[in-house]
């Protein structure tokens, strides 16, 4: 007797959990494949290319070394790439694809990285659109989760709606995205409010967190935090702990405490 044929879902970082739980779907009739590396920040990397891998996590060493979970981020990594191996392996012998992609640059390109490896498969992909997704929270009124890790379990049922199959068109705009994306040498990328990627300096963020330091001393987790609310979390709390560091070290900020981790330290706007 054959096997069952499957549909193959895509999900980012660890919203895996969010599906199962939802009850929408049946886990004999899927499998589902995660993709943690932020792909927002540090040097791009494709599978097979050696100096790009090492290129990507000498940066990541470089940047959040001093950190307990270094090696947790520079694991991703590999584990990415092991795991779109995988996918373009199970591709062929799946039913359909779907794609979990929110409006969260990382998951954009990642999105883009995996469907560049699919792009000659005769199988019918779908990618979530989340621009103008509007579901009921547990007290009835409307919001526009953004990604699924903003999506409660229970809204799965009408998030499934969403999904829209992608054309050649389509997947040949997937394909440019990650070719552009490849071809500028930037360590930080953000989407502007039409969904585009923008290349930005390290630096673009330092400016939040300013805005957020006070003339009395305030713990890094409450600066980056107030920070995140104000970019709409465009950016992991461990990049705008580094950008804090910099700051420290470059003196534009007095400090107290060890310059690691966001609970480590203090900071305020100097005299």
């Known amino acids: 007797m054959s096997l069952k044929t499957k549909d193959l879902h895509i999900v980012f970082r660890h919203a895996d959990r969010t599906i199962m739980d939802s009850s929408v779907f049946d886990p004999d009739d899927i499998d589902i494949y995660k993709l943690v590396d932020d792909l927002s920040i ?53 039913k359909d694809i779907y794609i979990w992609t929110g409006h969260n640059v990382s998951e954009v390109i990642s999105t883009a990285r995996v469907l560049s490896h699919l792009i000659k498969l005769d199988k019918c992909i ?11 929270n ?14 409660a379990s229970f809204q799965i049922k009408d998030v499934v709606n969403h999904f829209r199959r992608q054309t050649i068109t389509d997947l040949q705009k997937w394909e ?17 409010n039409d969904g585009s990627i923008c290349h930005m ?22 600066v980056i935090g107030a920070t995140l609310v104000d970019i709409d979390f465009a950016v992991s709390d461990s990049y705008l702990n580094w ?11 007095q400090y107290r405490g060890q310059l690691i981790d966001i609970r480590d330290f203090e900071v305020r706007i100097g005299n």
Request: proline share 2%; aromatic share 8%; glycine share 2%.
């Open 126 to 136: 779908y990618v979530l659109d989340f621009s103008d997704i509007q579901v009921r």
């Open 201 to 222: 300096q390290d630096s673009y963020f330092d400016t939040y967190l300013l805005s957020n330091c006070k003339s009395e001393f305030l713990k890094a987790a409450r």
């Open 42 to 94: 540090g040097p791009i990397c494709d599978l097979v290319a050696t100096d790009e891998v090492r290129s990507r996590k000498e940066w990541l060493e470089n940047t959040f070394g001093d950190l307990m979970f270094k090696e947790e981020i520079l694991s991703v990594v590999d584990k990415d790439i092991t795991v779109i191996s995988k996918i373009v392996e199970m591709a062929d012998k799946c």
């Open 176 to 192: 440019s995205i990650w070719s552009d994306v490849q071809s500028v040498r930037s360590h930080l990328r953000v989407l502007d």
């Open 243 to 253: 950008r804090l560091k910099e700051l420290a070290i470059k003196k534009k900020l």
């Open 138 to 151: 547990i007290h009835g009124e409307i919001v526009s989760p953004k990604s699924l890790l903003q999506t």
